[in-house]
């Protein structure tokens, strides 16, 4: 069964500072990753999808990367700002079964000016 | 604009009443989901169909049921056998296996 992890799980830093936030998976058998962005009461954005083929995807202030073989992903912010302050998850598809996603349970980040 | 919509954004149920939340998508998206939020615990599986016409159980499908009659339209119903069925609601959808996946704004059903 796919488990997925997520270290720390809240996180606050000063305006400015880079970050990074951990994502780990059991079970190497993904198609690929993907990261959310959750406002509080309200729905998940996507920020970056990772094929399991790709080391890493760029978004803007944001790298996602990608060791299929260990079993991790990170998402690096640069230059944090206050408006990033959000609860940040990581999801991976498991080949088979309906290609769902697995979920991990979420790092709550605070931007602090 | 393309997108999820989710409606309503706040529902409340009395005991032993069965409610249906609605997920609309003119993505032309196949792929369909529901999810399940709950403080601290990371999104469950309720309910996914790949295709109109089927459906298939995810990991906390009891007390639940949806329909998948038009590719655009995926509602799911929380009936009475749900005994605790307070949480936060998310309807997803995707293109194909390798595409991302979109949600909707989500809907907050509370038991009263």
């Known amino acids: 069964k796919q488990e997925v992890t997520q270290i720390p799980a809240a996180l606050s830093v000063p305006e400015g500072e880079n970050l990074v936030l951990n994502c780990s998976f059991t079970?190497?058998?993904?198609?690929?990753l993907q990261w959310f962005r959750q406002d509080p009461g309200k729905g998940l954005t996507s920020l970056l999808l990772?094929?399991?083929?790709?080391r890493e995807q760029t978004s803007g202030r944001l790298n996602a990367s990608l060791d299929k073989s260990s079993g991790r992903s990170t998402l690096y912010i640069a230059a944090s700002q206050p408006g990033d302050s959000a609860t940040y998850l990581c999801?991976?598809?498991?080949?088979?079964?309906?290609?769902?996603?697995?979920f991990g349970t979420g790092t709550q980040l605070k931007v602090e000016l | 604009d393309g997108g999820i919509t989710q409606s309503p954004k706040y529902l409340f149920r009395k005991e032993g009443q069965n409610v249906t939340l609605s997920c609309e998508q003119n993505?032309?998206?196949?792929?369909m989901y529901w999810y399940r939020q709950d403080p601290g615990q990371g999104l469950r599986l309720i309910y996914y169909?790949?295709?109109?016409?089927?459906?298939q159980k995810g990991d906390i499908a009891e007390g639940y049921s949806v329909s998948r009659e038009k590719k655009e339209s995926f509602p799911l119903t929380v009936t009475s056998a749900q005994k605790n069925p307070t949480a936060f609601y998310l309807c997803?959808?995707?293109?194909?296996?390798?595409?991302?996946?979109?949600f909707g704004q989500g809907t907050r059903l509370t038991v009263v």
């Open positions: 990772i094929q399991s083929s790709q």
């Open positions: 997803a959808s995707r293109a194909a296996v390798n595409t991302e996946a979109f």
């Open positions: 993505l032309n998206h196949d792929a």
């Open positions: 169909s790949q295709i109109v016409n089927d459906f």
């Open positions: 999801a991976v598809r498991r080949t088979g079964g309906g290609n769902k996603l697995t």
């Open positions: 079970d190497s058998a993904i198609y690929n």
